[in-house]
């Protein structure tokens, strides 16, 4: 493939407007450009006024939609269905408005690539004639089971078990996304999840935020009703197969940051000795919950790197960051993937959304599943009984959290216990086959190219 000729090709990028979709399909958007197509990423215009974006970050243009919210975003909705409802309004009126903008340059958008929580961005994209491209941000055993539900194969809620899908391990309720067992919970989000596929029989390609040698029985038993394409992991170059110049970081913080607190606190301490603690950018923690982590973290006596969210942070007692000496630090926000590449992490506590799990295990880091919503029990299920990259905490079902005893049992495990060591095997193990992936000629750097070669030819 002439990069010349792919350099004429446009695509636009539209994630749903959150972290931990905007990451990834930057990530794509920078391996597109790399292999010499011309790449747009959309934001919220809240986001981008907010975060105060350019018009490019590194090789990837910027460009902005309205999610119906622009001067406060998510936030400011009264309720979850008002922002869906808003957002699919805003969004198909502004992205129209968008690809028309592009009509008149001498770059005309010839393929949106969208991801699956907007099907209504496909929608747009085929009103206009473009090619239209799926891009799932979870792994492929979720989308499967999301299609298995959205093709009335499973029915909702989901009571019994062991679940049997094929190309799956058997799930118990626990391991379920938390939405095929509570529906109800948040109703308009389990709807968003099991639209997905409402049109995906549409979409002109269907790529996936995984690698093939991690979930190969999922990957090829969908790939019979629904040819998929395996692109990751979608973790920044230099981490990887480091052919991607200046590519250390995603580049779009949703909140502030200052990498240099956490990797100057970590530079001085010794090899392995810090547990790194991460919930993501959306869900929060019971007082409860909290409290019982404090207590696990302090009697596991390792050094602890903690990110909670400023909106967080007045669940700890007032006292607790005074007393915590050199213990532990707390930070707002991190550089994940900086963080769990520095030698002295030993183990990272997490909720096991996809961008985190696949992160450690391509980087080689331990994990202690904590999950809390939505995908994070099949992740975590995946994590501990199928890639044995790490353990699950327990859940005490009486009281709905989990226990100081069983957070310090699982940390000791990890950083101190023969259990440990198997797993830092497993995990090391996992990361030189997410290296291979994305190397030249390995099964997603393939697929990419496969990808951007019938884009051309259409």
Sequence with gaps: METQTASKFHVLLVPYPGQGHVNPMMQFARRLVSKGLKA????????????????????????????????????????????????????????????????????????????????????VAKEFGLLGAAFFTQPCAVDYIYYNIQHKLLSLPISSTPVSIPGLPLLELRDLPSFARLPDSYPAYAEMLISQFSNADKADFVLINTFYKLEPEAVDTMSKVCPVLTIGPTVPSIYLDKRIEDDDNYGVDLFPLDASVSSNWLSSKPERSVVYLSFGSFCGLSDNQMEELLWGLKRSNFYFLWVIRATEEAKLPKTFKEN?????????????????????????????????????????????????????????????????????????????????????????????????????????????????????????????????????KT
């Design 40 to 123: 747009t990423l959309v934001v919220s215009i809240f986001i981008a006024k907010s975060m105060k974006l350019g018009s490019y970050v590194g090789p990837v243009q910027l460009d902005v939609i309205s999610d119906g919210y622009d001067d406060g975003g998510f936030p400011k909705a009264n309720s979850i269905d008002t922002y869906l409802e808003r957002l699919k309004a805003a969004g198909s009126r502004t992205l129209a408005d968008l690809i028309m903008k592009y009509e008149k340059t001498p770059n005309p958008i010839d393929c949106v690539i969208y991801e699956p929580f907007l099907p209504w961005a496909l929608d």
């Design 324 to 456: 915590l000496g050199d213990k532990g630090l707390i930070v707002n926000w991190s550089c994940q993937v900086k963080v769990l590449t520095n030698k002295a992490v030993g183990c990272f506590l997490t909720h096991c959304g996809w961008n985190s799990t696949i992160e450690a295990m391509s980087l080689g880091v331990p994990m202690v599943a904590m999950p809390l919503w939505s995908d994070q029990p099949v992740n975590a299920k995946l994590v501990e009984d199928v890639w044995k990259v790490g353990i699950r905490v327990k859940v005490d079902e009486e009281k709905g959290i989990v226990p100081r005893d069983e957070i310090e049992f699982c940390i000791r495990e990890i950083m101190e216990g023969e259990k440990g060591k198997e797993v830092k095997k497993n995990v090391e193990k996992w990361s030189e086959l997410a290296i291979e992936a994305v190397s030249k000629g390995g099964t997603s750097d393939k697929n990419i190219d496969e990808f951007v070669s019938k884009l051309v």
